[in-house]
């Protein structure tokens, strides 16, 4: 059978798919509350910083940033194609280093806190 | 001669003009754009545990930075993204993951439904224990 690294590159993408659904709405209005000057308790220093660090809450973090962007990445590199744009390689190149960069970046951050 | 063979492929040219013809390719794309909002949003967060791991000053930077007229603009249309993004994957469940039971498939509704009704416990649990009410 041919070898193939779709499963590879597509499983991250439904799961991320799903758990965006799920999660990503839920987050901005968390955020967006913030925004209006309604800091919700959790997002006020001392509780966030508690909150996260807790090895879970790092881990689950990480595996949020992860999908979410994974997912994100996948979806715009199958939406240029949809734009006629060919150089397939390069934009994959591009997506999925963004992609793995935001979730390295993330994992440092939790790490100091 | 080896040059007079070589092949010359056809490629096909391809532009975005046919995401117009129908109302039904807006749609769609508009699906898949949500995926600039998403990462934009992501990105956001990994912005925002940089701050807080830079201490409660560069943290409160952020807060402050949140309440920009640019910032709520970004959030209701990421929020908007987000919301078509989770009504378009729940409604397509049921065909990724058709259900079966005994001799028969579940309705699509309820799978769909089970979706959606999962979506809104888990999101006013999530704003519950994070303190929004």
New interface residues.
Partial sequence: MAKSNKPIVWGPFAAGGTVTAFVTPALILITLLAALGATPELLRYEHLLAFLRHGLAKAAAVALVFVSLWSAAHRLRITCYDLGVRADGMVATVVYAVALVGTLASAVFLLRL | MAEEMSRKPY?RP???EW?TRHPRYLRY?AR?????F??G??????Y???S??DG?AA??AF?AA??SPL??AF??L??AF??Y??IT??NLAPK?MPFQRGEEFVPESIVSGAHFA??GI??LG??F????F
């Fill in positions: 490629v391809m532009t975005s995401i794309m898949e754009f949500s995926c600039l998403i990462m949003y992501t990105l956001l967060l990994v925002g545990l940089k807080l791991a409660p943290y409160g807060l949140l309440r910032s709520i959030h209701l990421a929020l987000a919301a993004h989770s994957w729940f990724a999962v979506w888990l999101s999530m704003l224990l994070a303190g929004a």
